[in-house]
């Protein structure tokens, strides 16, 4: 009897864990880089950091297809390249490249999510920014998981990709500034209480 009933407690208990809710995250945005980067006429890596960013995070590490992602960047103060670049981001701001006055945002919607691990994985999505929406892929790995100091759920994500600034009509200087920007992102992401 004792077994019986231990065993319908592991099943009501895995159930359970298998209808688990996605979970709410939110940024912890002092513990949180997004950069892309590319290559300068061969003679050197430019990085640029985007800083001012909010989004949706719902995230079923159970069963990562029903998470969703929804990141919106803002574009216009939202860019740090280094000491004394003003002249740079407002390039960038410009028709060359995202045209802030026209887009002032750049939005990323994820459409899905693989992992054969739950550790490792690609989460795919649309990207929107210069008027346009293209596709684009990030291979995502799962860091660590823990608890902060208030006993909320924490997790650590990288995650890396790349892109073609030309999909987006933002080719200018190409090929003497590589059309391909690298993606890396690091974040941690606090459970929302």
Do not use: C
């Not at 590319?38 to 640029?48: A, C, F, I, K, V």
């Not at 750049?106 to 346009?132: K, Q, R, Y």
């Not at 994500?157 to 790349?162: D, K, M, V």
């Amino acid at each position: 009897m004792t077994r019986l009933l231990l065993a319908a407690s592991a099943a009501f208990l895995l159930a359970g864990a298998a209808q688990a809710e996605p979970v709410n995250y939110a940024f912890d945005k002092t513990h949180t880089l997004i950069e892309a980067s590319w290559d300068h006429q061969g003679y050197s890596t430019q990085r640029l950091q985007f800083t001012d960013y909010d989004g949706t995070l719902s995230l079923d590490l159970d069963t990562p297809a029903n998470s969703t992602v929804d990141i919106t960047f803002n574009l216009i103060d939202g860019f740090w390249v280094g000491a004394n670049q003003d002249r740079f981001i407002t390039h960038l701001n410009s028709g060359d490249f995202f045209e802030t006055e026209v887009n002032p945002t750049a939005h990323f919607v994820a459409t899905g999510f693989e992992t054969e691990d739950g550790i490792s994985g690609t989460m795919t999505g649309d990207l929107t920014m210069n008027g346009m929406t293209g596709p684009v892929s990030l291979d995502v790995v799962l860091n660590q998981t823990g608890e902060t100091r208030e006993g909320a759920t924490k997790l650590g994500f990288t995650a890396t990709g790349s892109l073609l600034r030309s999909a987006w009509d933002m080719g200018f200087a190409v090929p003497f500034v590589s059309d391909e920007i690298s993606l890396f992102i690091s974040t941690e992401v606090i459970a929302a209480q």
